[in-house]
Structure formats: structure tokens, C-alpha cells
Nanobody, 122 residues
Framework: QVQLVESGGGLVQAGGSLKLSCAAS????????KAWFRQAPGKEREFVAA????????RYEDSVKDRFTISRDNAKNTMYLQMNSLKPEDTATYYC???????????????WGQGTQVTVSS
């Protein structure tokens, strides 16, 4: 079973940057497509970004395009989310996710991390 552990969250002022990391256990899962989701208080969890196993294909939710960059280092079993030009509306708990296909990881991934809190102050 894959285990995902997020880190890098914190408090930042609007316009600032943060870089989230998601470390995965198990070499078997290093090639799984992975994604970031987020959930703000009182709202449903929403898709943020996804990346295929080579890193050559990515997809973003419209509100984060041109501000967030998803990447991965398969040798380190780690995925990243570089977040720039942060806005108060980006405040949420950010979760990494994994599954065996890209279509599953963007819609209903099976494996989830525990989440890391990102708070953007105005």
C-alpha cells in the first residue's frame, strides 16, 4: 500500500510563495500519476493539479494556472507543488493523491496523504 506524506505548508502573505512536497513510500508506486487537491473550510475538496508518471504531462485547475507548478522527482519518490503569487482564496488544506491511471488521479484517486495547511493572509 502506498503512503503519501505532505510537507511544506505554512502561513504566508498574499503575493508570497510556498513549495509543497509529497513523499511516497514504495518503489512500485513511484511511477503512479499523482495529483494535488485542496479543501477550504466549509467547501468540498477540489482538484488543483496533476502530473503523469514521467512528468511530461500536467493538468491544472484554471484558477491556479500560471501561478502553480507541479513537478516530480521519481528518483526521490517525491512530488512538488510550487505556489507563487498566492492569494487569500488559496487558503486550504492541500492533499496529495496517487492512483494507477491519470484519469483516476484527477477524478477519484485511491491513495491520499494526510494534508498540509496553507494559509494566505491578506
Amino acid at each position: 500500500q502506498v503512503q503519501l506524506v505532505e510537507s511544506g505548508g505554512g502561513l504566508v502573505q498574499a503575493g508570497g510563495s510556498l513549495k509543497l512536497s509529497c513523499a511516497a513510500s514504495g518503489r512500485t508506486y513511484s511511477t503512479y500519476p499523482k495529483a494535488w487537491f485542496r479543501q477550504a473550510p466549509g467547501k468540498e475538496r477540489e482538484f488543483v493539479a496533476a502530473i503523469n508518471w514521467t512528468g511530461g504531462y500536467t493538468r491544472y485547475e484554471d484558477s491556479v494556472k500560471d501561478r502553480f507548478t507541479i513537478s516530480r522527482d521519481n528518483a526521490k519518490n517525491t512530488m512538488y507543488l510550487q505556489m507563487n503569487s498566492l492569494k487569500p482564496e488559496d487558503t486550504a488544506t492541500y492533499y496529495c493523491a496517487a492512483d494507477s491511471s491519470f484519469s483516476l488521479v484527477v477524478s477519484s484517486p485511491h491513495y491520499w496523504g494526510q494534508g498540509t495547511q496553507v494559509t494566505v493572509s491578506s
